[in-house]
């Protein structure tokens, strides 16, 4: 489960922001999501209950916000919203499309006390 460490890694940047603040506690975090990110939401809501345990960040609300995956279209020169890797493009039907978004995770935003 690599949620697991996605999480680990995002605790270390929650705690970093937050001493370099001088915030006790962290209440929300936004975090966008990729449709091609390889992230099974269930999994890293669970692994975020565990890992943020005795940090600023335990009992936080986590906000999976979704991003659309997007593709650049040879044949008609587009950028196009994609719901899957090998999808032909939405404007033309053509099938030379490059995936050039949607593989992304990020901190959007984060509130504390």
Not at 19 to 35: C, D, L, M, P, Y
Not at 39 to 48: C, D, G, I, N, S
Request: negative net charge.
């Amino acid at each position: 489960m690599h949620e697991m460490s996605l999480c680990e890694g995002i605790r270390d940047i929650l705690e970093a922001q937050a001493r370099a603040h001088s915030v006790s506690r962290i209440t929300r975090v936004r975090i966008e999501i990729g449709r091609f990110a390889g992230v099974e939401k269930p999994a890293l809501a669970f692994a975020w209950e565990v890992v943020m345990r005795g940090s600023a960040a335990e009992g936080s609300d986590l906000v999976m916000i979704d991003l659309p995956g997007r593709a650049m279209c040879f044949d008609c020169g587009r950028e196009v919203e994609i719901a899957g890797r090998l999808d032909p493009c939405p404007e033309c039907g053509g099938g030379r499309l490059v995936p050039n978004g949607g593989d992304e995770m990020r901190i959007k935003d984060l509130e504390a006390v």
